[in-house]
């Protein structure tokens, strides 16, 4: 079996919560050799229980060091570690990697070649530099909250934390890129990605309605903001979802329904019409799917050439049979719980597989095994546990 990909880095893990796991969890998956390196108390309570879900499906494929970075000794430990890296991450607020002498010039003092990953809410510098970075904070600062829900119900949160996962995502997107330009320049450089900055970018179409068009975009509930119909509608034992953007589409459901009028109905028959009649086409549409069943009308209209799908509870979702085909998640063997299943990566290659190895340590299971790879002997590492250096 050929080596993971990223195998031939070694990548410096100081991330706490969620977007930076969220980044290093991209580079652990595939290959690279991830040092996590946490406080001597360990990081549990940051990110959830150390044993929970949440902190079990971030911080698997890593290594864990605990060191305190506060003390001489230990900001020793992690220069030796910087001299052999390839990569160092970090999501504290702006101002402690200086404050810890950590920050990108200092180590890149010791290694030139260094890529240095900082993740934050707002930015590195700016007026809301010091301002403590969140998930639904980003969500209502990015404007995503004022295009989620029902019109006139109010903003509403996403379900997951999308500003933190982008925020990550972007960052390992950063760093990889760091790395190839790296093979160019023979130089390391700090990438910076932010919660504000990712959940702006998400945007996508809707703030390019503004920034473009000169359009405040909306609430629109179930419905696509502007593709119409293409919502939610009732069904017999539920509800489903369609998709019929375009005439084309539009003219093909008209036909499943067996309501060819609607096709080319006066108020229906462009795509301005139907987004701005939206409310009676859709009361029209969902008179008829309430007559059958989620099952029958999915398949119907699929075969109709009609994109449609289920809703489905998160234990519908990995009972689905295109879910279990692709393989989407990883069964690995935890000392203290067992076998726990865990959520993988959405990218497959024709040669290069990502994998999970090893499930998430314990606070500080691999310490001694790394500082006697930096030359400390078991004299010297009593010592430092002594102390409370790690």
């Known amino acids: 079996m050929s080596p993971a990909p990223l195998a031939r880095f070694k990548v410096l893990d100081l991330t706490r919560v969620r977007a930076g796991p969220t980044c290093v969890r991209q580079l652990a998956d ?3 050799d991830v040092i996590k390196i946490e406080s001597p108390d360990g990081d549990s309570g940051l990110g959830g229980a150390r044993h929970g879900p949440d902190f079990q499906n971030l911080h698997r494929n890593k290594r864990s060091l605990t060191l305190d970075l506060k003390s001489p000794d230990g900001l020793a430990i992690m220069h030796k570690l910087v001299a052999q890296s390839d990569v160092v991450v970090e999501n504290y607020r702006p101002d402690v990697k200086f404050r810890l002498k950590i920050d990108y010039e200092s180590l890149a003092a010791i290694n030139p070649r260094l890529v ?20 639904q904070i980003a969500q209502g600062m990015g404007g995503l909250m004022s295009i989620t829900g029902e019109p006139g119900q109010g903003p509403m949160r996403v379900g997951i934390p999308v500003a933190d996962l982008t925020a990550g995502i972007f960052a390992a997107m950063g760093i990889l890129i760091a790395l190839l330009e790296r093979e160019q ?36 509930g179930n419905d696509h903001p502007t593709s119409i119909p293409t919502g939610v509608f009732p069904t017999a034992d539920g509800h489903i979802n369609i998709a019929a953007a375009g005439n084309d589409i ?8 067996d309501q060819p009028e609607l096709a080319d109905h006066p ?8 987004s701005a009649n939206r ?7 969902a008179a008829v799917t309430i007559a059958k069943t989620s099952a029958a009308w999915i398949d119907l209209l699929n ?4 994109p449609s799908g289920p809703i489905y509870k998160m234990d519908e979702v990995f009972a689905d049979p295109q879910v279990q085909h692709l393989n989407l998640t990883r069964t690995i063997a935890h000392a203290a719980l067992g076998e726990i299943e865990v959520i993988g990566q959405p990218i497959e290659m024709s040669r290069s597989q990502w994998d999970i190895r090893v499930a998430t340590p314990e606070a500080g299971e691999h310490t001694h095994a790394i500082l006697t790879g930096l030359g400390y002997d078991p ?4 010592e430092l546990r002594a102390r409370k250096v790690v």
């Open 30 to 32: 595939w290959g690279a």
């Open 116 to 135: 240095y990953a900082s993740i934050s809410g707002f930015g590195q510098d700016g007026p809301y530099l010091t301002r403590p970075g969140f998930d």
């Open 185 to 220: 320049s023979g130089q390391g450089q700090w990438v910076q990605s932010s919660l504000l900055a990712a959940q702006i970018s998400m945007l996508d179409f809707q703030a390019a309605r503004w920034t473009i068009g000169h359009e405040v975009p909306g609430q629109a």
């Open 250 to 257: 539009y003219r093909r459901l008209c036909v499943a329904l």
């Open 267 to 274: 108020d229906y028959n462009t795509d301005k019409k139907r």
């Open 279 to 285: 409310k009676p086409l859709n009361a029209a549409i």
């Open 303 to 306: 075969k109709a050439g009609v």
């Open 379 to 382: 004299a010297a590492i009593a």
